[in-house]
């Protein structure tokens, strides 16, 4: 897949990997994906991420639960546990184990496909 990458410097990558997905996860063509303020501020070190940026995205889901299989999507950004304390109160967006897509521990969504976790 394609992918702008951030690790010290932008990068246009034509041959990444597409990303693994777990249960609960779905696999997403991306066919747009909007850049933001935060990801200009990754670039200058935000949250010090390095992988694919954005988190802003519209796709079809080609890979993942079957049940999902062909739907069109956007995408919750924040990855949760749905296990920990905070989640299973109710507050999964401080999420103990949380990753943020293209923000925290989980690659992004520009261009090309990307990963992220949808609710069911
Ligand atoms: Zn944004
Ligand atoms: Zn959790």
Same mark, same amino acid.
């Given at each position: 897949?394609?992918?702008?990458?951030?690790?010290?410097?932008?990068?246009?990558?034509?041959?990444?990997?597409?990303?693994?997905?777990?249960?609960?996860?779905?696999?997403?063509?991306?066919?747009?994906?909007?850049?933001?303020?935060?990801?200009?501020?990754?670039?200058?070190?935000?949250? $010090?991420?390095?992988?694919? &940026?954005?988190?802003?995205?519209?796709?079809?889901?080609? $890979?993942?639960?079957?049940?999902?299989?062909?739907?069109?999507?956007?995408?919750?950004?924040?990855?949760?546990?749905?296990?920990?304390?905070?989640? &299973?109160?109710? &507050?999964?967006?401080?999420?103990?184990?949380?990753?943020?897509?293209?923000?925290?521990?989980?690659?992004?969504?520009?261009?090309?496909?990307?990963?992220?976790?949808?609710?069911?």
């Amino acid at each position: 897949m394609r992918a702008v990458t951030y690790e010290n410097r932008l990068a246009y990558v034509a041959d990444r990997n597409d990303p693994p997905t777990t249960d609960g996860e779905a696999l997403v063509r991306v066919h747009m994906a909007g850049i933001c303020a935060t990801d200009l501020h990754i670039t200058q070190g935000y949250m $010090g991420f390095a992988g694919i &940026l954005g988190h802003e995205m519209v796709g079809t889901v080609v $890979g993942g639960s079957p049940t999902w299989k062909d739907k069109r999507v956007t995408c919750e950004i924040n990855c949760v546990c749905r296990k920990c304390d905070m989640c &299973l109160s109710g &507050l999964s967006h401080h999420c103990r184990k949380r990753s943020v897509m293209g923000i925290l521990g989980r690659d992004g969504c520009v261009p090309g496909i990307g990963s992220t976790s949808l609710k069911p």
